[in-house]
Each structure stands twice: as C-alpha cells, then as structure tokens.
C-alpha cells in the first residue's frame, strides 16, 4: 500500500476546534471503536461515524468510483468513499493521495478530504460524494477480492 499523506502538524487549539466541529455536524460525542476509528456515540442511528487518514491499515478501489478504507488492526473497521466523477477508473490500487482539509486528518464527511488519483503527469482530483462506515453484515458480506 502506497498512500500519500499531506497533513501539516495542526497548533493543540485548532485540533481541538477541528474535532469540535466534527462532533457539531450532528454526530454527538466521539468515542475511539478501535485504533484510527472514530466512531460517534450515536453512530447506528445517524450512519455517521468519523475515521483518522493516519490510521488507514488497507485499501482497496473497488470499480471506478467506490474505494475501501481498512482504519484498524482487526477487519470491522472498514469505510467506503463513493466518488462523484468515476476518477478512480485509470487508478490500481496504491496510487491515491489522500489529503485531510481543516487542519485535521479527522475525516466525518466528504468535505473533510480531498482525494487524488496519482498518475505520471501529476493527480487527477476526485470529488467525494460520500463517506460511511460500513457495519458488521455489510464488511462479513464482502468477497475476499474486495477487502482491504
């Protein structure tokens, strides 16, 4: 896996706002639901549940607009991005940089993350559409080609 991070070192009190606004999109208090998964308190009745880029363990594009984050150790932490533009079409599976927006590598919605598709001749931008975590029945239904 080669994922290309750009996150610059964010000052105590701008984390600090960065994860406040997260919480304030609705999503209530964050609790950690393993390394680098930041699942909210109310996550089943929202579908809303936040990941860090830094702990990203596995990824895997699917088809031209759906890639896979594995975010921890054991394999139920697992997010789905769709994108808007079938940009992952020319892409295997390693060449994506992930850039967090906000001073945060904290990612609770498609606004909090710019995705590029590296090529030869510099990155394509993607424009994501959607981030959610997957639950437990959707991760034991993927097939084996499909796991990060």
């Known amino acids: 896996m080669n994922i290309k991070?750009?996150?610059?070192?964010?000052?105590g009190a701008l984390a600090?706002?960065?994860l406040a606004g997260c919480a304030a999109g609705g999503a209530g208090p964050q609790a950690a639901s393993g390394p680098g998964a930041m699942a909210s308190a109310d996550a089943p009745s929202s579908g809303r549940a936040c990941f860090r880029v830094s702990?990203?363990?596995g990824q895997k594009i699917v088809d031209r607009s759906t890639v896979l984050f594995r975010t921890s150790v054991g394999p139920?932490?697992?997010f789905?991005?769709?994108?808007?533009n079938a940009c992952l079409s020319t892409a295997s599976s390693d060449p994506l940089v992930l850039i967090p927006a906000g001073g945060s590598d904290v990612v609770c919605d498609?606004?909090?993350l710019d995705v590029k598709v590296a090529t030869p001749i510099g990155?394509?931008?993607c424009l994501v559409e959607s981030v959610r975590k997957l639950n437990p029945a959707e991760v034991a239904a993927l097939p084996s080609d499909q796991r990060p």
Not at 5 to 11: D, H, S
Not at 80 to 84: F, G
Request: aromatic letters at 0%; glycine letters at 4%; a positive charge.
């Open 5 to 11: 991070l750009n996150i610059a070192a964010p000052t």
């Open 123 to 125: 990155a394509t931008p």
């Open 55 to 57: 702990g990203i363990r």
């Open 16 to 18: 600090a706002l960065a």
């Open 76 to 78: 139920q932490e697992i």
């Open 80 to 84: 789905r991005l769709d994108m808007r």
């Open 110 to 112: 498609r606004m909090d």
